[in-house]
């Protein structure tokens, strides 16, 4: 039943083949029997789950069910979810129970999907590799050795290793697209506005966003359809109708216009990987599609531009944990400012102290201009280039990650290193643009993923690209070894 | 541009967090090699150049000013670390 994806778990409960209760149960036991492998979920909600699962087999059996009626998922413990803990994987929010549901767990419970539970992440989404959570690194299925990526690991981990049929995720520099590539996995990051943020614990509000983690590029869509909506509650959401995401999955590809950036083919990028991403581009070209060489050439200061700007945001953010309101208090503190200070401190982990730092010092008096103003100028010049770009071409394509996934520890040392893991994916959101990733094959019997970025609220075109390729090839149905 | 142990103090002030004299010197370090990183875009011309605030250049939108949220304090309050009489518990401040 773990082999289901959503599109056949949809149809399956429909025709009555099984009971939501039934699927639920199943993923609810494995999850109990493996996931002390892979540390990929932080809450498991069984009994909510079960009682979810049993409502949706009474509307299933009225015969008025919205689609997803009865599909469990599970979700990134960044979002906020009435009753339950949710940890966003810090020490801060450790017995933070959620006192209201994010607006897409909100959606979700309306469509009448199951909550499996919370899935592990770098904490407050900071990190590319799942290392930074309170709650201990996740292991990749492909291999055990290595990191999912991240921050979004333990739900690409999760999904990889069959313990949900898909999960929900969020994306500030590619917390969704760097996981899916490592992990194997379809991962898509919609355009910035598309998915209130109401609710999702909140890094650098210019950027981040939520999307999803699937085994396909249909099942992706058909989760956006009800993960999108215009909300109030964020400001910044955009008031938008929301296509039906699955309409053009079945569009030929005669004619689209496929860009490939130079700039994403330079140092630093695996030659195998490389090579991968060549075999995809014949793929598309044998699909009909048409491939243009274009330039972005601002790319190479995408990294430094977001870390200006991601830390300064961090930096506001996180000033509203204070040990006052909720979160974690320190011991008996001699005053106030005592109490800010250590409840901080032991709250947050190395990462998200070294960003909030960075990110005070971005702001501070005197350097403003030189660093958070002009990182602002950098990132219309990034956006410049991507709208110059799409002028002439419908998608433009390339690796998702320089490398397959690494090791543990082989960068907690540098943070440097670890922050050109994203040097392909970071662009997209500074532009605000959608993007996702595919599987394109293996390298060292690791996945390898291939990133697809469209033009504004596009996402309707990536992921009928996406699922072409898929209809064509055969990577995004290759399990991790030894995952049945 | 590179931070020292003062600097690195400063800053840790300003964010209400500690940083110990043995991680003082590991944190300048590492800041510093993030500094360096960011300090590329010195080098690009960026006259004329408007700041991005928003990937949609999107405007504040304004709703009419009615209430539209129900009090809560209850439910808020009860996942705070100390309340009392509906209000939050801090360390004396005024002496």
């Given at each position: 039943m773990h082999q289901f994806t959503i599109a056949e778990l949809v149809t399956g409960l429909r025709n009555k083949d099984f009971s939501s209760t039934e699927v639920t149960q199943h993923y609810l036991d494995r999850i109990a029997r493996l996931d002390n492998t892979y540390n990929s979920y932080i809450t498991v909600t069984a009994d909510i789950a079960l009682q979810q699962a049993a409502a949706a087999d009474k509307r299933l059996a009225a015969g008025n069910a919205p689609a997803l009626c009865g599909v469990p998922i599970a979700h990134k413990d960044i979002f906020c979810t009435t009753?339950?803990?949710?940890?966003?994987?810090?020490k801060m929010l450790d017995k933070f129970i959620a006192p209201y549901n994010a607006t897409i767990v909100e959606n979700y419970l309306n469509s009448g999907t199951v909550m499996l539970g919370k899935t592990n992440m770098d904490e407050f989404a900071m990190g590319s590799s799942n290392e930074t959570s309170w709650y201990g690194p996740v292991k990749n299925p492909w291999a055990i050795d290595c990191v999912p990526g991240g921050s979004s690991g333990g739900s690409a981990a999760a999904v990889a290793a069959h313990l949900a049929p898909a999960a929900t995720a969020s994306d500030t520099g590619g917390s969704i697209r760097q996981p899916a590539a490592l992990c194997g996995l379809t991962g898509i990051k919609p355009t910035y506005g598309r998915v209130s943020r109401w609710g999702m614990i909140a890094f650098a509000s210019s950027l981040d966003q939520a999307g999803i983690l699937s085994r396909t590029a249909e099942d992706a869509a058909i989760l956006l359809n009800d993960m999108a909506s215009y909300d109030a509650k964020d400001s910044t959401c955009v008031e938008r109708d929301v296509p039906d995401y699955t309409a053009d999955l079945h569009k030929s590809l005669k004619g689209l216009r496929i860009g490939v950036p130079k700039?994403?083919?330079?140092?630093?990028?695996?030659p195998q990987t490389a090579k991968l991403v060549e075999d995809a581009i014949k793929v598309y070209e044998s699909l009909g599609a048409t491939i243009h060489s274009v330039s972005l050439p601002h790319t190479h200061l995408a990294v430094p531009a977001y870390y200006v700007i991601a830390p300064a945001e961090c930096s506001a953010n996180l000033s509203r944990f204070d040990g006052v309101r909720y979160g974690h208090r320190c011991e008996n503190p001699k005053d106030l400012n005592d109490l800010y200070m250590r409840s901080r401190s032991e709250g947050f982990g190395a990462e998200v102290k070294r960003r909030i730092l960075v990110g005070a010092y971005a702001l501070s008096a005197g350097y403003y201009d030189a660093y958070y103003s002009k990182a602002q100028k950098v990132r219309r010049l990034i956006k410049q280039d991507f709208i110059d770009a799409f002028a002439s071409v419908d998608v433009i394509l390339g690796p998702t990650s320089p490398s397959p996934a690494f090791q543990f520890g082989s960068k907690t040392k540098d943070p440097v290193a670890m922050y050109l893991e994203d040097i392909y994916t970071i662009a997209t959101n500074l532009a605000g643009l959608p993007g996702l990733s595919i599987p394109c094959g293996l390298v060292d019997s690791k996945p390898v993923g291939l990133q697809l970025i469209g033009n504004f609220f596009a996402e309707g075109q990536l992921l009928n690209a996406a699922h072409q390729f898929q209809q064509a090839t055969h990577f995004h149905q290759q399990s991790a070894p030894g995952i049945e | 541009m590179a931070v020292d142990r003062s600097d690195i103090a400063k800053l840790a002030k300003l964010a209400r967090i500690q940083i110990t004299d043995e991680a003082a010197d590991e944190a300048a370090k590492s800041i510093s090699d993030v500094l360096a990183l960011v300090d590329q875009l010195q080098a690009v011309n960026t006259d004329g150049v408007l700041p991005m605030a928003h990937p949609l250049d999107a405007v504040q939108r304004l709703r009419a000013d009615v209430v539209t949220e129900t009090n809560q304090r209850e439910a808020f309050q009860a996942i705070a670390p100390a309340t009392q009489d509906g209000l939050y518990l801090v360390p004396q401040v005024i002496e």
């Open positions: 009753g339950v803990r949710t940890s966003c994987a810090s700039e994403y083919f330079g140092e630093g990028l695996n | -």
